[in-house]
């Protein structure tokens, strides 16, 4: 056999055995293609794109633990709360498209309500927002300079806050803003609404606004006025202003009298009072407020006759996302005849955000 013949029938041979094993091989299945989450900047930190959808969703919340002690009480109160929050976004040719869902419930001490799930839930496309939060009177949908009380510690003094059903309208434009809101709350017994409206702007040293409620049941009349000024000297905060409510009882929109005796429905004709928050350090932070509060006269049917507010707060975050919050409030109320009772209270709290 020659060198030609043998090197023929070597590569023939490798022809038929590589033929042999392609037969046999295994080929491999293309990947799926996989969507992975895009992050969404169009509405700020945190959100993402849902996959598949142009809608971007934001979840946040915190779990915290609380120890309130209270003058003339026996004991401690503990509170564990959570919550979580559902914030979902798009842009559509008749504005943004919004749906919120705050989820939330406490276990322990006075306000444990374990069967609470949902606390908020609202829907907004433009400026139009309906569904279940705080009263307009108390906090606008969507954020305003005077949102709450005066005071900026968590309890926030006294300032009306509730919880309604409402459907309203918001306009922004530029640093102004104004809101008209229905509400419906647990008095509204007939086809009437109550009625908000809302006036405020912003500017690069604070801000300004004022709340009108009239609540339809009573037929009272609430006005709240708050002035915010950034200082910047110190990179502080100071809110001031008050209230005004025009009839005695069980109002909508009025301030209850802080100490009030179990089972009163009386609340202050007027209110006034001052707020400041500053940063100690990078990490710690101080808060101190105090309040004012005039009952009614007793040809008007009042008992109280004036009250005090002071509240302030510590708060330390070591680390991003984790929160020690120190707080107090002390209250004194004097009746039309003399009388005075002092209330004290405060709490420790630690929260973890996320």
Same mark, same amino acid.
């Given at each position: 056999m020659n060198i030609k013949s043998l090197l023929i029938g070597s590569a023939a041979a490798l022809v038929a055995v590589s033929g042999a094993r392609a037969a046999d091989a295994i080929v491999a299945a293309e990947p799926e293609p996989v969507e992975y989450v895009r992050v969404c900047d169009a509405f700020g930190t945190g959100f993402f794109y849902i996959p598949g959808t142009e809608t971007c969703l934001k979840i946040d919340g915190y779990v915290r633990f609380r120890v309130t002690a209270t003058k003339g009480t026996n004991g401690y109160q503990q509170n564990t709360r959570t919550r979580v929050n559902f914030d979902a976004r798009s842009e559509t040719e008749l504005g943004t498209l919004r749906g919120?869902?705050? +989820?939330?419930?406490?276990? #322990?001490?006075?306000?444990?309500?374990?069967?609470?799930?949902?606390?908020? $839930?609202?829907?907004?496309?433009?400026?139009?927002? +309906?569904?279940?939060?705080e009263s307009a009177f108390a906090a606008l949908?969507?954020?305003?300079?005077?949102?709450?009380?005066?005071?900026?510690?968590?309890?926030?003094?006294?300032? #009306?806050?509730?919880?309604?059903?409402? /459907?309203?309208?918001?306009?922004?434009?530029?640093?102004?803003?104004?809101?008209?809101?229905?509400?419906?709350?647990?008095n509204n017994t007939n086809w009437t609404p109550d009625v908000v409206g809302i =006036?405020?702007?912003?500017?690069?040293?604070?801000?300004? $606004?004022?709340?009108?409620?009239?609540?339809?049941?009573?037929?009272?009349? #609430?006005?709240?006025?708050?002035?915010? =000024?950034?200082?910047?000297?110190t990179g502080g905060t100071l809110r001031v202003g008050g209230f005004y409510n025009n009839k005695v009882g069980n109002t $909508?929109?009025?301030?209850? +009298?802080?100490?009030?005796?179990?089972?009163?429905?009386?609340? $202050?004709?007027?209110?006034?009072? /001052?707020?400041?928050?500053?940063?100690?350090?990078?990490? =710690?932070?101080? !808060?101190?407020?105090?309040?004012? =509060?005039? #009952?009614?006269?007793?040809?008007?049917?009042?008992?109280?006759?004036?009250?005090?507010?002071? !509240?302030g707060a510590l708060s330390w975050t070591p680390v991003t996302n984790f929160n020690v919050r120190l707080e107090g409030h002390w209250g004194q109320q004097k009746t039309i005849a003399g009388v005075k009772t002092n209330t004290a209270d405060g709490f420790v709290w630690v929260r973890r955000s996320f």
């Open positions: 919120y869902i705050r +989820m939330q419930s406490n276990s #322990g001490g006075a306000n444990a309500d374990v069967a609470q799930v949902t606390d908020q $839930a609202m829907i907004q496309l433009g400026g139009l927002f +309906m569904g279940y939060t949908w969507g954020g305003g300079v005077g949102n709450w009380g005066i005071i900026s510690t968590d309890n926030g003094g006294v300032y #009306g806050y509730h919880q309604v059903q409402q /459907i309203g309208y918001r306009y922004d434009a530029g640093a102004w803003y104004a809101a008209l809101v229905l509400e419906h709350d647990a =006036l405020g702007f912003t500017q690069g040293w604070g801000g300004a $606004a004022v709340h009108l409620g009239y609540d339809e049941t009573a037929k009272a009349v #609430g006005v709240k006025g708050i002035v915010q =000024l950034d200082v910047a000297a $909508a929109y009025g301030l209850p +009298m802080p100490g009030r005796a179990a089972g009163s429905t009386e609340t $202050a004709n007027w209110s006034a009072g /001052i707020g400041y928050t500053q940063s100690l350090t990078d990490t =710690l932070g101080m !808060e101190v407020g105090y309040q004012y =509060l005039d #009952g009614f006269s007793a040809a008007k049917g009042g008992t109280v006759k004036h009250a005090h507010v002071l !509240e």
